[in-house]
Nanobody, 121 residues
């Protein structure tokens, strides 16, 4: 049984920082793509950042130079460091793993966490 659990969301003022964490269990973590996605009210879910098994990273244009994705294979964790946050970053952020098809930021992932809320004011 694969499980992804996010943490680290919260409320922050514009220009501030947050670090999201995602713990994975139940699958071959180190061989899977891990990604962060977000969905704001009334909007479609969008890919934010993805990290490949070899630690190559892919970012949405809207977060480049502000967000950093990283992974700790030994502890089956993936992180999203978010700096210079903007009100438009407000959304529920989801961790996902195991890309099954499509592009890294828009493809189909097999497993999803429950989400963590980020609010920037």
């Amino acid at each position: 049984h694969v499980q992804l659990v996010e943490s680290g969301g919260g409320s922050v003022q514009a220009g501030g920082s947050l670090r999201l964490s995602c713990g994975a269990s139940g699958h071959t973590y180190s061989s899977n793509c891990m990604g962060w996605f977000r969905q704001a009210p009334g909007k479609e879910r969008e890919g934010v950042a993805v990290i490949l098994p070899g630690s190559l990273t892919v970012y949405a244009d809207s977060v480049k130079e502000r967000f950093t994705i990283s992974r700790d294979n030994a502890n089956k964790m993936v992180y999203l460091q978010m700096n210079s946050l903007k009100p438009e970053d407000t959304a529920t952020y989801y961790c996902a793993s195991a890309l099954r098809g499509g592009s890294y930021l828009r493809g189909q992932y097999a497993y999803w966490g429950q989400g963590t809320q980020v609010t920037v004011s």
